[in-house]
């Protein structure tokens, strides 16, 4: 049987979306339990060039839900970008995949960010995903966040968000979906944390913590993501600004109310570029 890989696919958005996500340059911040499904489901529906960008390496409690790693890859020593890109090798080997085995906060990753046409956020810190709704918005990068969670309860609630920032008409910070305080806590340096923990007597140990995480709660979440980056890269229509699945009710909800018209990320920083200094954060000792 003879064809095209994406005849399916193109009857739904046609030969011209087609060619505009193989033209799309796409990079995703963490390889993890969701940023493994989004990569995936890129590089099948076959976006031309992908920058994966995440310092990580895979470890045995990964192995529920990480799709690019083998029961045979070593745990520790295997590089969750490095299994990503096996993955997207082994799906299209066409396909421009470029690991990068780094934390967002160095300069190749917030060159890997600038050079994208669009930016997926799969991280679970506060303090990273404020530093990418900046970095986005100084270089008008559409910008998709990608979040799970679990609520303790009887029973417990379980679901995620998707928040898509384009063109300054709402982020993160704008529909409420940040938790600012955590991000500046985040972002401190070793000192100014030990300064405040001997001030509070907060241990930085009890400020976070790895949480629930499963498999199809991540694909759900992920899928919601890429539809609506199809969506906006093939001319389909605008994506919805913020997506919540509720797991436990079966339902998708959109977010009714707009954003703050007064946002500083989607005004001020939006399109300033070098203006907005987001390296400032490099230059931040980390821990």
């Excluded at 739904?12 to 995936?40: M, N």
């Excluded at 990273?128 to 008008?140: G, I, N």
Aim: hydrophobic share 40%.
């Amino acid at each position: 049987m003879t064809g095209n890989r994406f005849d399916r696919q193109m009857l739904l958005f046609g030969a011209e979306g087609q060619s505009r996500l193989r033209a799309a340059k796409v990079a995703v911040i963490g390889a993890g339990g969701t940023g493994c499904f989004i990569i995936a489901q890129l590089a099948l529906l076959g976006v031309g060039e992908l920058v994966s960008v995440a310092a990580d390496q895979a470890y045995i409690t990964t192995r529920n839900r990480h799709l690019c790693v083998r029961h045979g890859d070593p745990i520790p020593g295997t590089f969750k970008v490095e299994a990503a890109a096996r993955m997207v090798r082994e799906f299209d080997p066409d396909i421009r995949f470029s690991p990068v085995p780094l934390s967002l906060m160095t300069p190749e990753g917030f060159e890997a960010v600038k050079s994208a046409d669009y930016v997926f956020g799969c991280v679970d810190r506060e303090g990273v995903r404020l530093v990418l709704t900046e970095l986005c918005a100084a270089y008008a990068k559409p910008y998709i966040d990608v979040a799970t969670g679990v609520e303790p309860g009887t029973p417990p609630q379980y679901g995620g968000t998707v928040c898509c920032s384009v063109g300054g008409g709402g982020c993160l910070v704008c529909m409420g979906e940040l938790d600012v305080e955590e991000a500046v806590r985040d972002m401190e340096t070793p000192d100014q944390q030990r300064d405040r923990e001997a001030i509070y007597g907060v241990a930085a140990s009890a400020l976070g913590g790895r949480g629930p995480s499963v498999v199809s709660i991540n694909g759900v979440v992920s899928s919601l993501a890429v539809t609506e980056f199809m969506k906006l890269c093939t001319g389909l229509g605008m994506p919805a600004p913020l997506l919540r699945y509720d797991g436990r009710a079966a339902r998708v909800s959109i977010r009714a109310e707009g954003p703050k018209p007064d946002c500083y990320y989607c005004k001020a920083v939006w399109g300033s570029g070098s203006g907005a200094d987001v390296e400032r954060y490099l230059l931040k000792p980390r821990h």
